[in-house]
Each structure stands twice: as C-alpha cells, then as structure tokens.
C-alpha cells in the first residue's frame, strides 16, 4: 500500500483518540490500540474510516512485550512497515508516595515508560532498514517539574522524557526523529478525578487561564512528525498555556 502508516498506542479515547483522527485527516492508513475500551476502538475505527483511510484497531497491553510482538506481527500481515509511532498509552494516580504500592508503582512504570522500549524495539529496526521514520512521545510537563503526590507518574514521564532525548541522538543518523509533547493540563477523563474546585485552583495558574484542548495535542504531534520540522530532534515540547 503506498500510503503511510502511523500506530497510535493508547487510542481508544482522549489525546490518542485526537492524534488518530487527525492523521487520518490528513490520508495515513491507522493502527489504533488500547488494552481494555473494546467498544470504545471499535467505535474510535469507525470514526477514521470516514476519511477514506484504512484503519486497523487491536487489543493490546503495550506494557507486555510479547503482547506488543504480536501486535507488530498482525501490522505487517495489513500494512508492512510502521512508519511512524506515537506512544501515547499511559496512564495516571494521584497518592501520597508512602502509600504507593510496589505493584502500582511497577504498573505505571511498565506502562508509562516500558512500554516504550517495547513499541520502539519492535518498530525501530524495519524504520534504520529504511533509513527513514518518527517517533512521538506523549509524556507530561510533570517529568520535567515533578509533582507532589504524584511521584511514580512523574518518575515514569521523567524516564521518557530522558528516552526520548537519548534515542533521538542514537537514530539520528538513520534520519530517524524522536520527539516528545509534555501536555500541561488536558480536557480528557484522566483529569476526571479532580474536583471542579480543584480544576478551578489549576486554571487560575495557567497563564493562558484555560486548560488544552487533544486537538491541540494532535496538532502539534502532526507538525512534530512531518517534513517541516525535519531538523527538530531529541526535544521535549512543553503544550501547557504556560504553566511552566
């Protein structure tokens, strides 16, 4: 097939949703993922079918490598080769540090930032075959800063952020990009947790006094991954109104 292919880890709803549907705006066959919303990929692939793409939904813990092996197995079976990878799958809690558990700061290391060796380990080699390919994280403007009561979220974003910068540098002279967005506070459900008052206290903070819109994280993952920013690199790209 000679379009392109973009796999979206993590798109059943949300900024992934977003990113998902503006490539396939903009004509790139997509590979939506998620690892439990069933209904919500199945209705997420129909959305994309409307533009006259190709769209290829499949369950998926991305924290698991094999279950990742498999999913690149099915890809290339559809479409062949990914030619770009937005890992977006994450996940989020807010608790004291001391009541933190082994297993749930292991889950969201594994599926923060594991699953990212796991998804570029799998796409990377067919992408320096091809001497050609991008890759965008999705992590958090807390990996820079950290986060009071979110120390295991903001550990696990700190590790892409670093991720990002050191395999940017490793593939660059396969002209392979890696790059990141560092979201500020987005209007999806895993911000559904906090009380309106506590909302409220967060945009007071925020210089642009308005939280961020997915569209506008998908935008800015387009731009990221296309030909005019083709000498941008190993950057983390902080999308929060000025926050930080």
């Given at each position: ?128 075959k ?58 999806t ?54 926050l930080?």
């Amino acid at each position: 097939m000679d379009k392109k292919t973009v796999l979206v880890t993590g798109s059943s709803r949300g900024i992934g949703k977003a990113i998902a549907i503006k490539y396939a705006k903009e004509g790139y066959n997509v590979v939506i993922n998620c690892s439990s919303s069933f209904n919500e990929l199945i209705e997420t692939s129909e959305i994309i079918k409307n533009y006259d793409v190709s769209c290829l939904p499949i369950m998926a813990d991305v924290s698991n490598y094999n279950s990742v092996k498999e999913m690149f197995e099915e890809i290339k079976l559809v479409f062949g080769n990914v030619d770009i990878v937005i890992n977006n799958a994450g996940i989020s809690s807010i608790k004291l540090f001391t009541d933190t558990s082994e297993d749930q700061w292991d889950n969201m290391i594994n599926t923060n930032l594991k699953s990212l060796y796991n998804v570029c380990h799998q796409a990377v080699p067919d992408m320096i075959k091809n001497q050609s390919g991008n890759i965008v994280n999705i992590t958090s403007m807390w990996g820079i800063t950290g986060a009071s009561c979110e120390v295991a979220y903001s550990a696990s974003k700190g590790g892409v952020n670093s991720f990002t910068k050191a395999l940017a540098k490793e593939l660059a002279p396969s002209h392979i990009r890696v790059n990141a967005i560092a979201c500020g506070l987005i209007d999806t459900n895993m911000n559904s947790c906090l009380a309106k008052e506590d909302l409220d206290t967060i945009i007071e903070e925020i210089p642009s006094n308005r939280i961020g819109k997915p569209e506008e994280v998908a935008n800015l993952c387009y731009y990221l991954s296309s030909s005019d920013s083709s000498y941008l690199t190993g950057q983390i790209i902080t999308l929060d109104g000025g926050l930080i």
